[in-house]
């Protein structure tokens, strides 16, 4: 079936964003009925602080894990020659990263399981961001400065790998707070047209 694949065919490859957006859906349904009262605040900030988690991990993933640790560097190095193939983390890979790495550790933290589903949809919802962002940057035409904007960054990024002597930054695709907080912006954004 090709579950871990890096490559995947336009369907699988399309699939992760419709299972995740479905995903989203569910555990939104399920977080919105069914509980007790007055817990809605809660976990709306539970849910607001899982997204602001995304993106932190989102950055910590980009520059560390895929850019530094073999062998996820040289997998992720498939992308940067070529990107504008089907290349992704596997459904079932991330989504047994998200089940482990972000729901049992809040869960074990949390009151209840509730709580620790606001904190996961959180995250899962700036994942699937993440992910429409990525492919974007990668395959959409848009002309939007929200697009512009991600184009001209990942643009930044994936030149670091073609221009010998350039110093690799611009790690975040969703946000650039955290590649400004850490100082990995390589250049001004204004001076780079998108790929």
Request: charged share 15%; aromatic share 12%; with cysteine.
């Amino acid at each position: 079936m090709g579950l871990f694949r890096l490559e995947h065919s336009r369907a699988v490859y399309l699939a992760d964003f419709v299972l995740y957006g479905l995903a989203c859906a569910a555990m939104l349904t399920a977080l919105a009925w069914g509980g007790p009262q007055g817990e809605g605040w809660t976990l709306v900030g539970l849910a607001a602080a899982g997204l602001a988690t995304w993106t932190f991990l989102e950055y910590l993933l980009h520059r560390f894990v895929l850019h530094g640790l073999k062998p996820f560097s040289t997998l992720h190095a498939e992308h940067h020659l070529r990107p504008n193939a089907l290349i992704c983390t596997p459904t079932v890979v991330s989504a047994g990263l998200i089940l482990t790495l972000v729901f049992l550790p809040a869960w074990a933290i949390a009151a209840d399981a509730r709580q620790a589903g606001a904190m996961t949809l959180g995250v899962v919802v700036g994942y699937l961001a993440y992910s429409i962002a990525h492919h974007a940057t990668h395959h959409w035409r848009g002309e939007g400065p929200w697009l512009l904007r991600r184009k001209r960054w990942h643009a930044l990024h994936h030149r670091a790998y073609r221009v010998p002597g350039l110093t690799p930054g611009h790690f975040g695709v969703t946000t650039l707070l955290w590649d400004r907080v850490f100082g990995s912006m390589t250049r001004p954004v204004e001076q780079v047209r998108p790929a």
